[in-house]
């Protein structure tokens, strides 16, 4: 069993940054990170293989965002510059099973709670 908890959300005005964390217990695989926002269906922001090789990033946040993992604290990360009001939504991570990259929200196994990120404009 997996257990994700996020951390580092928060109220940024346009243009700032924030760094999402999320600790992990459990071996994990293929990772990534969502978010929902209101009136909106949940949508894959950032993935990471299993071996940190391959990324994907949604075009929304390409050259904005930035994901990483630090194995030895088997935590994932997302570095998000540059924020826009339309950023503005909870942010999820997950943990897939798979070791390559999945972008699907039904190829992941594990959710975290979320974490709201509000960026003002």
């Given amino acids: 069993q997996v257990q994700l908890v996020e951390s580092g959300g928060g109220l ?9 964390s999320c600790a992990a217990s459990g071996r994990t695989f293929s990772m ?5 926002a209101p009136g909106k269906e949940r949508e894959i922001v950032s993935a990471i293989s299993w071996n ?9 946040v390409k050259g904005r965002f930035t994901i990483s993992r630090d194995y030895a604290k088997n935590t994932l990360y997302l570095q998000m510059d540059s924020l826009k009001p339309e950023d503005t939504a909870v942010y999820y991570c997950a943990a897939s099973l ?4 999945a972008v699907a929200t039904v190829a992941y196994q594990y959710w975290g709670q979320g974490t709201q990120v509000t960026v003002s404009s």
């Fill in 12 to 20: 940024v005005q346009a243009g700032g940054s924030l760094r999402l």
């Fill in 32 to 36: 990534g990170w969502f978010r929902q």
């Fill in 52 to 60: 940190g090789r391959n990324t994907y990033y949604a075009d929304s």
């Fill in 98 to 101: 798979s070791t390559s990259i």
